[in-house]
């Protein structure tokens, strides 16, 4: 498959995951006309703990301009879908959570390490991609929203 790095500039591709937990869109076609942020994610994903709470104050921040989707690619045989809504309750989130069961979702996509998360334009286009989260990461993605909104 193409690395991560070759959807820029393509349209993204649909996510077929279950939806779990949280208000709003768990696939991209109910987050139409908006910017999204769709995050690759895994309870065992220790910069998770610390990305999630900064993706619901950029939504807070953009109101309904942004939609978060963060899909979760734990695996079914390790994590019961109570482990995936306890990690969201510890969290504090309220965006769309959704579970890639059969991996469908990350096989599209191949995010290179967790969290991985697609910057996608109101138009469906991929624009930017953050392989991993680093303190201060928000500042830059915050700013990458606001380019896309046009504000």
């Known amino acids: 498959t193409a690395s991560a790095g070759g959807l820029i500039g393509s349209p993204a591709p649909e996510i077929t995951a279950t939806a779990v937990t949280g208000e709003g869109p768990t696939n991209l076609k109910d987050a139409s006309g908006r910017v999204v942020v769709l995050d ?42 109570d482990v995936i809504k306890e990690f969201v309750r510890a969290t504090g989130v309220k965006f769309g959570i959704a579970w890639d069961k059969d991996k469908s979702s990350v096989k599209k996509y191949s995010p ?27 500042t830059k993605i915050g700013d990458e929203i606001k380019a896309l909104l046009g504000k």
Do not use: N
């Not at 138009?123 to 303190?135: D, K, L, N, P, T």
């Open 112 to 138: 290179p390490k967790m969290p991985t998360s697609f910057i996608i334009d109101k138009a469906g286009v991929v624009r930017h991609i953050h392989a991993g989260y680093e303190s201060g990461e928000e």
């Open 40 to 81: 690759f994610w895994g309870t065992f994903c220790e910069p998770c703990k610390k990305s999630f709470p900064k993706y619901q104050e950029l939504m807070d921040q953009f109101g309904g301009d942004l939609v978060v989707i963060a899909v979760s690619v734990d695996d079914p045989e390790d994590v019961k879908e």
